[in-house]
């Protein structure tokens, strides 16, 4: 199926790409395909115009591959904003990336180093979500 024909069927669906390179998105996809991640997040910083759209909920959004064809289809289903040192073990562990909340606060902390830069009071955008329908892959 194209990414033409999944927008088609979700029309005002927005894209986007799970991490910052190919083992990494590959590694994030399994873990949604898997049941274990339900949950995301991004730098406030980057849902700015131009950047990454915004999650809504009810919103029905297109995850796709490293090669930019499509993944899955999500539904958000809860967005809430925090200071990344006020992320709680709940939904750290809902990421699916790790096993404790500590884990977790230090690969997030060496993600957006990589991408803009890291501050513990900075806000990130925290997004739960459904898997609503796998596109094969």
Known sequence: MTLDDVKARYPGAETFTFGDGQALCDDLIALVRSGKKTATCGALRDFDPGGEAMPAIGR???ALNWDGSPAFVIETVKVTRRRFCDV???FALAEGENDTLE???RDHQRYFERNGG???????VCERFRLVEDLGG
């Not at 890291?118 to 990130?124: A, L, R, S």
């Open 103 to 105: 884990g977790w606060q």
């Open 88 to 90: 709680d073990a709940d």
């Open 60 to 62: 029905f959004d297109i």
């Open 118 to 124: 890291w501050h513990p009071e900075m806000v990130v």
